[in-house]
């Protein structure tokens, strides 16, 4: 059993030799891995009986995926598998408040809320966290404008500033939720 079940890391099982009642429990990545691992399953002739209840994460994070879609303010936000098991919540809300809403969501909806990771940006906490890396740096003449993760530098910096203003530019394509940043400063 332990060979045939070798490829899925997060199957366990519980086999009783006498009945030859095979107990199954986890989670699989796809609906191709759950067929995979029951034709496996299948070809250990002396089990008599198979008690299933491995989740398909894919179809998890479909379903959750269709309701999220049916909320504009969710849209852009998605859940995905990277492994069996773990789920990520990514993407991009405008306000707290959103994002609020979207936690308590998944707080009372999401079956396998002890295996989400959120990874929701939120662009006002976004925001805030860019205002205060230039007044950090001294750039008060540097402005900045955040569109869906893209970030827009304008603005004056003093040429005394140069070794500053690069090392906030490096600090900026390093922010979590930052997917590009057009420097025009």
């Known amino acids: 059993v332990k060979e045939a079940l070798d490829k899925f890391g997060d199957v366990q099982f519980s086999f009783n030799p006498a009945s030859g009642k095979l107990f199954l429990v986890g989670h699989v990545l796809t609906s191709v891995d759950f067929q995979e691992m029951n034709y496996r399953i299948g070809l250990l002739e002396w ?4 008690e299933n209840n ?3 994460d894919e179809l ?3 379903m959750t995926n269709d309701v999220l879609n049916d909320n504009p303010a969710w849209r ?4 995905h598998s990277p492994q069996a098991g773990k ?4 993407g991009y809300l405008q306000t707290n408040a ?3 809403s979207l936690s308590d969501y998944l707080t009372v909806n999401f079956p396998y809320l002890d295996r989400l990771q959120n990874d929701v940006v939120v662009e006002e906490n976004l925001m805030v966290q860019l205002q205060s890396l230039i007044q950090s740096k001294g750039l008060g003449g540097v402005t900045f404008q955040v569109n869906n993760g893209e970030v827009v530098i304008g603005g004056r910096y003093s040429n005394k ?4 203003y690069e090392e906030f530019i490096k600090q ?3 922010i979590k939720g930052i997917s590009r940043v057009k420097n025009f400063a």
Not at 47 to 50: F, L, T
Not at 87 to 90: E, G, H, M, T
Not at 161 to 164: A, H, I, K, R, Y
């Open 76 to 79: 852009s936000v998605s859940v």
């Open 54 to 56: 491995v989740v398909i």
């Open 172 to 174: 900026l394509n390093s």
């Open 47 to 50: 089990i008599q009986s198979v």
């Open 161 to 164: 500033m140069d070794s500053e």
């Open 98 to 100: 959103e994002a609020a």
């Open 60 to 62: 998890v994070w479909k």
């Open 87 to 90: 789920f990520v919540a990514n």
